[in-house]
């Protein structure tokens, strides 16, 4: 008899382990992995930009551990630390700098392969999401079936000269700048007269060209045909916003230049404001930390990666020139027109970012209203603004806009003609 209930006993052990193999292996992609945490390595994401799914902005990132990974846009590396992983397989990674987010499930597509599925949020716009999904093991942008050759026999590398919404009032010129592999990848970006559009990474086929960026604030994808040697296409910004764009090869591209756009009305010669900081302080160009010292304001806002480059540039200037004379402000606008949002968003820049210098809160982020705030200038035309100011208070620059890193030389230009500048406004 015993030895029935142990046959029995060992049977019923058996089938229940069997059972429990079946569950494990089935793909059942409802389910998260057991391990509940992020593998290691490469992983390819996409944001689809709508409803049907058929619209697809990729990206990549390589996760290093628990806490850390990296966005990756062509030479942009992009270091994010604040993530929360919960034992249920919820995931949630807040971008560094920008007030966004992604929540994400741990799912499994099949025995051993991992997938991350949910949505961006952009906490700066009412609302506003993105469907996501990652896959674990795949680090291609963009995948061989987009390409039509192996190798293409044409190339995109080289300045355009680029039209967006050409033919409208609304028509803006670029300046497009691009490098390409003998495989067909391309890198660049699109400079404007106002700024760029940071780094893009895609492919080229001979016949179409797809380029991407996603850095937490913004989500670019710019597509276009080649026809006779030209590009013709659409560029998509998130779900909100897309515009067709034209462009033709052309060695030199003639843009406005940045420091004619912005400029003091008649009867005016000073730049005047009192503003709060992160302590309600009202702060002014006439207190005593500013007398006698050459000056930079800084017109930004926290939502906008290209004051993230300008921010990272001025940091280095304040590091070096403080202690000569050189004082930086920052006036900050915001989407979100309340003193709360401005106070979290711009102490979580300060910590990014390491800024020493001064903040303070200008208002809403609408130009409109931006420049009723500084009412002695034509405009606020652009996020980032730079106004340059000597040490008897005498704007001698404003430049408005801001050519980033991704622009390679025309970034160096700015940087070396600036720090002639503030050379000057110090002696």
Known sequence: MKFIY??????????????????????????????????????????????????????????????????????????????????????????????????????????????????????????????????????????????????????????????????????????????????????????????????????????NIELSCFDGAHAFLFKAQWLDGKLKGIFFSGKHSEEPWVAERKNQVKLAKMDTLTYLKPGYDRLEFSFPNLKKEMVSLSDPQFQNKAVIVQILGSWCPNCMDETRFLVELHNKYHKDGLEIIGIDYEVINRFEKFEENITKLKKDLNIPYTMVFGGAAKKSEASKTLPMLNHIMSYPTAIFIDRQGNIQKIHTGFAGPGTGEYYEDYKKSTIALVDSLLQ
């Open 6 to 207: 142990l046959t029995l006993l060992t049977t019923l052990i058996t089938m229940a382990a069997c059972n429990n193999e079946s569950n494990n292996t089935n793909g059942n992609t409802e389910n998260p992995p057991i391990e509940g945490k992020l593998k290691r390595g490469d992983w390819r994401a996409v944001l689809y930009l709508n409803e049907d799914k058929s619209l697809e902005l990729p990206f990549v990132f390589n996760v290093e551990g628990d806490e850390k990974l990296t966005i990756i846009n062509a030479e942009e590396r992009i270091q994010v630390t604040d993530i929360t992983i919960e034992e249920n397989g919820n995931v949630s990674i807040k971008m560094p700098v920008f007030d966004s987010e992604i929540k994400a499930k741990i799912k499994e597509k099949k025995k051993g392969e991992m997938l991350l599925v949910g949505a961006w949020h952009n906490y700066n716009k009412k609302d506003y999401s993105l469907a996501f999904e990652a896959t674990h093991g795949d680090n291609i942008r963009f995948h061989s079936s987009f390409l039509k050759v192996e190798k293409p026999t044409k190339t995109v590398a080289g300045k355009w000269e680029v039209m967006f919404s050409p033919g409208t009032e609304d028509a803006y010129p670029a300046m497009g700048i691009f490098e390409q592999t003998e495989d067909g990848k391309v890198s660049g970006t699109f400079l404007t007269e106002t700024g760029d559009y940071r780094y893009l990474e895609g492919v080229f086929d001979d016949s």
